[in-house]
């Protein structure tokens, strides 16, 4: 405290000394960071050494053999002590960012220190050297954040006055997600641009990201990190790390604003008894319809086109239509001295208004469906040998129909091959009255996203 104390009051002149003060402040929380460690406190060891690394960033200490050595200790303490091979990769590649020609304290080294102390080389190793600043304006300016805590917003800043600079976007994900997504950073009176990590992404071990200054044609004029070497932020949990940040914002809009399923399906259903649809041919002559027991039927072939809207991310609005055309009625085995009933074919229409909600955030997300609509769904009945006529079998097939209302709850898994092209797989459960059925239809079809 009294090196950035220091740091603060003293005059330029005493620039020198200031610098001083802090090298020791560095080597003296190193000693302490490394006893601590000894004794098998990696806690307190890890609290000292990131005190120290406050310390450089208030005495403006960038480079040098101490600072060096301070990454290389926090490379072991979370290697070892914490087994935490991300963040101890991640400051053994700064140590070696420093120093190139830095190595491991042989009295300290172990199998599983030297291979994250590789991993870091390899990485130093394949990250192109950073593309020098553009010759026209100051450069880019963004201090890199190295720890967030669980749930809590995390706020990314940069200054730039680069010429040609129409917005600055930060992009962001998880550690194991695929893509980044991004914000559009808000720029302040002062100058300063400010981006914010949504709370409910902080999580897992860690966090990536990378900030972008664009052009009115959105490519890139400067930056900090990229796709391929972004910024690593550590994810801890329950310690609060500076300031409590704002309440969470609300939940932004998706990308993409529509999206159109063409789908395709088949049902099953549990009906009702009763008359079956149409009228057939009894032994007496007459024509009249047919007792139907309850139980199971097939609902065929249907076609189910649904177009959603995106509140966000994680809720759509839909409107899900259901046509369906069945061949209710087969002739079978005419009466004899009667003609047999023509087959005949009957369409179903069923609409309903649904809500998605969506969980995940990568390419493959499941969701869950509920809502309610009307219209009308045929089952396909055979009806069996009803006639009992000299020993002819009848295979009369007819339908019953149940609807008006409708009501829905389903889920499903939504796989997108790209940003507009998908597919999904869903199980939609559907109860109607007052001509009662349970029915489950299977769908599945494209979906396409604009």
Known sequence: MLVLALVALAPTPAGAQVSAAAEARLKLLNKKAMDEYDSLEFEAAKA?????????????????????????????????GLNDRLNAVKYFTAALRISPEAQLNPARATPALEEMFKSAQEKIASTPPPPPPPPRGPPFQHTPVDEATTGRNVQITAR???????????????VGSNEFRQTVMRRTTSGIYVGVIPGQFVRGRAIHYYIEAQD?????????GTATSPNIISVQRGRVIGPVPPPPPKPTKSSKVFSIGLMAGAGFGIVNGGESEHAH??????????????????????????LSYHLNDQWHLCLLGRIQVVNALSAGTAVPGKTATEPSSNISFLGQARAKRFFGDGAVRFYMA????AGQIRHRIPLGD??????TPNDRVDARVAGIGAFGLGGGLSYMFSSYVGFALEVNGLILVPDFAANIDVNTGLVLSF
């Open 160 to 174: 730039v006055a680069t010429p040609g600079v129409v917005k600055v976007v930060l992009f962001y994900r998880t």
């Open 386 to 391: 009803y006639d009992k006529h000299a020993g």
């Open 370 to 373: 509920f809502g309610a609509g």
């Open 48 to 80: 000292a050494l990131l005190e120290a690394l406050g310390v450089a960033k208030a005495a403006n200490i960038s480079s040098g053999a101490t600072l060096t050595e301070t990454y290389l200790h926090l490379g072991v303490v979370y290697g070892a």
């Open 216 to 224: 009115d044609v959105g490519e890139r004029v400067d930056g900090h």
């Open 281 to 306: 041919p009894q032994i007496d002559g007459t024509e009249k319809a047919v007792d139907i027991n309850p139980g199971g039927a097939m609902a065929p072939f249907h076609v189910a086109p649904e």
